[in-house]
């Protein structure tokens, strides 16, 4: 199937992105919860909404510093009590700062803090399995994204993850990852 997706926003004088969306699957999914003889039920209408805020919040010769907010749920959420994902609400917010090295003007920082809270299918399942869950999981992440050429950028990340899979027998993780941007240029 396909993950299908709208979005409705608007960016207007310091609004970067100011936006709504919803998206939804066209097939049946599995589900969390097994039949008797446990194989994954499967289900459709699997689908959620958003919504994010996205602002500068000042620019000059310091460079320009940015913040967002952002959240979601996924509906089943609402009447399914999770039976599709662990998780069924999030939400977060981050601030950039970019330009604020001379002469590396494409060069960002980032600060970002989300959470997303796990279902109550996933904190009833386990429970009946004898097993505690946490309501949420964290992550702290700070982020470096450097332009190296004109066609390649990298981007170490640093997260600090807490309560990571709501397990409360896992400890804390610290997450580590690089990602690269190549961009290609010229007609094609």
Do not use: C
Not at 141 to 151: F, G, H
């Amino acid at each position: 199937g396909a993950l299908l997706q709208g979005e409705v926003g608007l960016i207007r004088g310091p609004w970067n992105k100011l936006a709504i969306g919803a998206w939804t699957y066209s097939t049946e999914h599995e589900t969390l919860t097994t039949d008797a003889d446990g194989n994954p039920v499967t289900e459709d209408w699997e689908t959620g909404v958003y919504a994010l805020a996205d602002r500068s919040l000042a620019s000059g010769r310091f460079g320009e510093l940015n913040a967002y907010v952002q959240g979601g749920i996924h509906t089943d959420g609402f009447a399914r009590k999770g039976r599709f994902n662990a998780f069924t609400r999030f939400v977060g917010a981050g601030v950039t700062w970019g330009g604020f090295l001379t002469g590396r003007p494409e060069d960002e920082v980032g600060l970002m803090l989300a959470s997303a809270w796990s279902s109550d299918g996933v904190r009833d399942d386990r429970a009946d399995e004898g097993l505690a869950t946490d309501a949420r999981e964290t992550a702290l992440e700070l982020t470096y994204r450097a332009r190296v050429t004109e066609w390649l950028a990298v981007q170490p990340d640093l997260q600090y993850v807490i309560n990571p899979g709501v397990d409360p027998d896992v400890g804390n993780a610290l997450v580590v990852g690089m990602r690269f941007e190549v961009t290609l240029g010229g007609e094609w």
